[in-house]
């Protein structure tokens, strides 16, 4: 019986398996698994954001110095990424970046939208206000470096630029007197404010074409091109050799690059390149110290300069510089060296002494333009307003002239502008009306431009109409020296007209009300919040001045012209004698809606 059910059981289970059917003759497979699930984590798709800082107008401080080490970004997951990092702080005078934004750094970012960031600075801060007394201040009590918080958007896009610019608001910065403390203020700039965007960027070349190159640097997720054009000066150490021509340029060599940073493409247009010799530090270590200023002095010998920009924080406002006679010109030369130029230098620095080593005289011909033609003179700066333009050729009436005998206000110059760099602007800008600087050398028929500057806001004075400087005797700018109550378009002293004739140190002596107790140069009685208009004079009377209005601060008109009240005005860089049609100014005071009152008129 046991068996019987033995065999029973044995047979359920070969029917079971199949076996003992008409299918007994397949193979036994097993069930297959289950489908493994997906993965379904998104791929990270990147875009590359580059990071710039500006900077608001200052009513207070000429000059504002700190040290920038790290911006950061918060992630979806709140993690901190890292923008820019330099542990021992870029030192940048925040005043210098009023009108351009300073590239700092590109790098790759997951896509999406980003609404906090976080800028790290040295706690010590160096203002140097209106009458140009330092002031050594700090961020934090402590002296520990201090996170700014910043709250805005960048939308990052796959495979696309994005820019992302941090605005120091120095408007807004407050010093505590009592604690020797200032708090800062950084924003997120609308893309929509447009600045000029500066680069300036030491690496490695990767690889040369006919009219480009490309650099990588440690500052950069991605290679970045150079553009060379007849405007570009570069300069080799090793044969101490200056042109603009790409041919000195090899792959591998060191440089540093200067130029106008074009976002979208992801190009500098390059006006100066500097190639490191052989032996040069890598490209993530400096191999001199740098500084940037206007040329306070020069006797032959000894240099005095106004510091403007430095690669570190200066304890002194000027500084005198050695070795300038054996130094090595990238443009310009010893004996074009001249107060008011802007010159920047490289040397060695050691805490006291700075010693040049190779010295660039911004608006200078290179060595290969010096020896091209013979010119009248070697260096010359020029302001005016543009009457024509044909081309490359720009006829410019020159309100100013400066390192020349030959040229004269309100004469007639024309501009060769084919081998000039712009600043603040592009060929566009270069209309009739315009206000421009140029800066170069002068032959017997043109000057041969260099540096083209505009004053104005691009396509400000396009509807502006040329006013001759020759007008009737009827009391508003005139060049006869008659005694008409006006200011007189000679330059010169002149006789007791009842003008507004005071200099630099004095203010009129009918305003009891006029207080300027710290020798700033505005009235104490009013707080600091100052309106500012810059433009161009297009009449003069005893008491005021008709401004064609190219820019505004603190208020805004509806009309191109206004009226400014200079009756108790202070002057900085000239005197009530320089007030001169088509002359550009900048005005600080206060507007009322109808009137603009003077308190500060400046020639720039």
Known sequence: ??????????????????????????????????????????????????????????????????????????????????????????SVNLSELVSVSQFMAGVKLA?????????????????????????????????????????????????????????????????????????????????????????????????????????TSERLSQEVSVSVSAHTDLYDEDSNSSDNDISLINEGDVVKVRGIYNVDA?????????????????????????????????????????????????????????????????????????????????????????????????????????????????????????????GSSVVVNVSRSEHSSTITVNSLITLDVSNAWYEDGNTSCLIVGSYIEAKGALTDSAMAAKKIEFKGECGSFEDYQYIDSEQDDSGVNDDSGSDDGANDNDGTSGSDDGANDNDDSSNSDDDSNYRDDDNDGFDDNYDNEYDEVKGIITAVSANSIT???????????????????????YYEDGTSRNLLVNTFIEVKGYWDGVTFTARKIEFD
């Open 1 to 90: 019986m046991k068996h019987l059910l033995y065999l029973f059981l044995i047979a359920n289970l070969l029917v079971a398996c199949g076996g003992g059917s008409e299918d007994s003759d397949r193979e036994y497979r097993p069930a297959p698994a289950p489908e493994k699930e997906p993965d379904t984590a998104p791929e990270i798709k990147y875009g590359f954001v580059s990071t710039f800082i500006t900077d608001n107008l200052s009513q207070e401080y000429n000059e504002v110095w700190v040290l920038l080490k790290e911006i950061y970004v918060d992630d979806a997951s709140g993690n901190k990424v890292e923008l820019y990092s330099n542990p021992q702080g870029f």
């Open 111 to 215: 896509e999406g939208t980003y609404s906090n960031f976080t800028v790290e600075l040295a706690s010590s801060i160096k203002l140097v206000d209106n009458a140009n007394q330092t002031i050594n201040a700090a961020l934090s009590a402590d002296d520990n470096d201090v996170q700014v918080n910043v709250t805005g958007e960048l939308t990052v896009t796959a495979d696309a630029m994005s820019t992302l610019t941090l605005d120091f608001d120095l408007a807004q910065f407050t010093y505590d007197v009592d604690t020797n403390t200032v708090s800062p203020v950084v924003q997120v700039l609308d893309d929509n404010e447009s600045r000029t965007q500066e680069a300036e960027l030491h690496g490695t070349v990767t690889h040369v074409d006919a009219n480009s190159f490309a650099i």
């Open 266 to 390: 992801g190009e500098v247009d390059a006006n100066r390149i500097h190639i490191e010799k052989d032996d040069a530090a890598s490209s993530d270590n400096d191999s001199y110290y740098e500084i940037e200023g206007t040329v306070v002095s020069f006797d032959g010998s000894t240099l005095e300069v106004d510091i403007r920009q430095a690669s570190f924080v200066p304890e002194s406002d000027t500084l005198i510089i050695a070795n300038v006679t054996n130094a090595n010109y990238q443009t310009g030369a010893l004996d074009q060296l001249a107060n008011g130029q802007w010159v920047e230098i490289k040397g060695q620095w050691d805490g006291t002494t700075f010693t040049a080593n190779y010295i660039y005289i911004e608006g200078a011909l290179n060595r290969s333009e010096q020896d091209d033609q013979v010119y009248t003179d070697q260096y010359v700066e020029v302001e005016g307003v543009v009457k024509s333009v044909d």
């Open 547 to 569: 401004l064609r209005v190219s820019k505004t601060e603190g208020f805004s008109v509806s009309t191109s012209t206004i009226t400014i009240d200079i009756t108790n005005s």
